[in-house]
């Protein structure tokens, strides 16, 4: 089974600060770890992959995520905040010797204040 | 661009109709995929399929069938629509996996309230 969670509703941070949005998976294998972003009205868009290789990932808009296998963990970063970045971020992951789709997170809420 | 295409961007349907939810991928897609969105309860996915008249139940296929006769549309079919079914509603697509997993992209959504 493959599970991912979320344990922020939601993260506040000021703008030009550094933000973490957190994500713990439990697999039984070895995982694909995703980030994907939904702006308000907008449809999901896919951020960033972990898929083998170096443990920190590089993204769009700036964004980067660590994998850590010991704490299970694929954190979502970014070193500095922009009002823009506000939206609601899924985490998601797939065992690589599980089904094919992958199990996403609740969600966190990112708002960044001017 | 990958363009996925759902058919309404909002639905309204009286409870015990039979509901029908398009999907259309441009890009050549295998995988498709159908998932529910509900406030703190994330993504959900309801079924997928990795090729032509295959599928795989998703972890709430409860109330919900799917068809995919051609590679480029996957419907989803609410046999007979529940208030408890009232949700977004998120078609996406991907490429096979094969040996690395492929993004999905996802369209814009359908909102579906059942009356």
């Known amino acids: 089974a493959q599970s991912v969670a979320q344990p922020e509703d939601q993260v506040n941070v000021a703008e030009g600060n550094p933000l973490t949005v957190k994500c713990t998976y439990s697999v039984s294998g070895n995982p694909y770890l995703f980030w994907y972003v939904q702006y308000p009205n907008r449809g999901l868009q896919f951020l960033l992959k972990y898929i083998t290789g170096d443990n920190l990932v590089k993204g769009s808009y700036g964004f980067e995520a660590e994998f850590n296998k010991s704490q299970t963990s694929f954190h979502l970063k970014k070193p500095s905040a922009l009002v823009s970045d506000s939206a609601l971020y899924f985490c998601a992951v797939r065992d690589r010797r599980g089904r094919r789709a992958l199990t996403f997170g609740s969600g966190t809420r990112l708002q960044v204040q001017p | 661009d990958v363009k996925v295409t759902q058919s309404s961007r909002y639905l309204v349907k009286r409870t015990g109709e039979k509901v029908f939810l398009e999907c259309v991928q441009d890009?050549?897609?295998?995988?498709m995929f159908w998932y529910r969105q509900d406030p703190g309860l994330g993504l959900r996915l309801i079924y997928f399929?990795?090729?032509?008249?295959?599928?795989e139940k998703g972890d709430i296929p409860e109330g919900y069938s799917v068809s995919r006769e051609k590679k480029e549309r996957f419907s989803l079919i609410l046999e007979s629509a529940s208030t408890n079914q009232t949700s977004m509603y998120l078609c996406?697509?991907?490429?096979?996996?094969?040996?690395?997993?492929?993004?999905?992209?996802f369209g814009p959504g359908t909102r579906l309230t059942v009356l």
């Open positions: 399929s990795y090729d032509v008249k295959m599928k």
């Open positions: 890009m050549d897609h295998e995988n």
């Open positions: 996406a697509s991907s490429l096979n996996p094969g040996l690395v997993d492929n993004e999905q992209f």
